[in-house]
């Protein structure tokens, strides 16, 4: 399972690309509004940190076909590794069908049944995105979603890719691995988390104190 940083924050993106495990950059345009930032303004610096795909979102105020298929085919006017993010509304294939039969990459977002993952991937959708986080929030299960939309596109032989969307833990992460998603968009935070276990740091502890124990005996 690839692993995309969930933010527009190059300040975050930065020192975790560093790290070379992320393959991509999601934004959607509430951390755009956190970074203070427009996609047009970000994407070309992104696209010089991160080699792999960036994910950008039509406007919020987009709710009608047409200007989500204007609006995504300047967005994918922004780099050839862009794909357009589409929220899953009736409104929202009718665009992605559009812009997928002009070889625009679709990315569809907000996405929290496995009926709304079937009909993404009819519409040409290359990434289909479950909520993880959100549908926990209210008392369901986003870990049994992310299982269930794996599951289905295994015996469809599905060609889109399951792009799992607000992680908000280490154990998401695992969990989604374990359940066959292909990507999980992580926030900076999570990854830091997924980086760090305190046995790690106890350990070097004491290995640099046992190697300056054995030098000084030296
Ligand atoms: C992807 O970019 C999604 O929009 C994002 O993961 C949503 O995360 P949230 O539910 O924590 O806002």
Redesign the pocket.
């Known amino acids: 399972m690839q692993l995309f940083l ?1 933010t527009a924050k190059l300040e975050e993106i930065r020192p975790l690309c560093e790290l070379g495990v992320i393959s991509g950059v ?3 345009p ?2 755009l509004a956190k970074a203070g930032r427009s996609l047009e303004e970000v994407v070309a610096e992104i696209a010089g940190l991160v080699e792999g795909p960036i ?1 950008g ?1 039509v406007k919020a105020a987009a709710v009608d076909r047409t200007t989500m298929v204007e609006q995504g085919r300047a967005i994918a006017a922004l780099h050839p590794r862009i794909a357009v ?1 589409i929220p899953l509304t009736a409104q929202g294939l009718a665009a992605t069908s559009r812009l997928s039969r002009e070889g625009i990459a679709v990315a569809n ?2 996405v929290f049944s496995p009926a709304q993952a079937l009909l993404s991937v009819q519409a040409g959708a290359k990434y289909v ?1 479950p ?1 993880v ?2 549908l926990d929030d209210i008392g369901e299960s986003g870990l049994e979603l992310v299982r269930t939309i794996a599951e289905m596109f295994r015996i469809q032989k599905s060609p889109a890719k399951l792009l799992v ?4 833990s280490p154990l998401h992460v695992v969990d989604c691995a374990l359940a066959g998603a292909d990507i999980a ?1 992580v ?1 900076a935070g999570v990854l830091k988390q997924m980086v760090q276990h305190p046995l790690t740091d106890a350990g070097i502890l004491r290995f640099q104190k046992d190697e300056s124990a054995a030098s000084g005996e030296k």
Do not use: M
């Open positions: 969930d999601t934004t959607n509430s951390l994910l979102e993010k977002t907000l995105a909520f986080g959100r969307a607000s992680v908000r968009t926030p």
